[in-house]
């Protein structure tokens, strides 16, 4: 149980277009989602909470207008990259932790990431 | 959430039990312990966490100090496949805070 899953894993784009990732609980609702970026040799960082029926709130440092977080329904968060450039190309992870706490301190539970290229 | 600190790098030999310390001293009463670990070019995991007490299940254990200003990771029979950066990461029991991660340790399971 506690299946995070994203879609793509992988993709490559042009400078200058849009790429939309998705992240999905699969088996579990939750209200609010946690975007990372991850460059090489690097840590997580954490970009932005994404919060059912309301709007992200982003980290200090983090355009907004950049990048969109959309968080429809309880099982599914976007992120699209607007304007994507060369920058941008890095690993972003998503994170989810159940409504429905199973367990004291049920932790979060990762989805497998995409990794983005721009060229 | 408190801040932890962890070796950056250790080796382990391969079916020999991995050690991981991560030291915590600022940790508040409310606040978990949580371990995750990222293989390479994969999202995190999550191997276990605690509050006070010593946790154990199918992938490791975790041993608390009674201070709770420490603990640490146990790999019962480490395999090459348990090759990871793996982080010690606390925080207070609410879904709606994330976590931060810091350098974490590499672990670097040997033949």
Redesign the interface.
Known sequence: G?V?S?HPSRVICKSGTSVKIECRSLDFQ???M?W?RQFPKQ????MA?SNEGSKATYEQGVEKDKFLINHASLTLSTLTVTSAHPEDSS?Y?C?A???S?RV??????????T?LLVL | DAKTTQPPSMDCAEGRAANLPCNHSTISGNE?V?W?R?IH??????II???KNNETNEMASLIITEDRKSSTLILPHATLRDTAVY?CIVRV?N??N???????TRLMVKP
Not at chain 2, 98 to 104: A, D, I, N, V
């Open positions: 506690a995070v994203q939750a209200t609010t946690f990372y840590s997580l960082m954490l909470t690993f992870i994170s932790t159940p409504i706490r004291a301190g049920d932790p979060q539970y990762f989805g497998p990431g990794r | 978990y949580y995750y990222q070019s994969q999202g995190p995991q999550y966490h605690g509050l982080y029991d879904a709606g994330m976590l931060t991660f810091g350098g974490g």
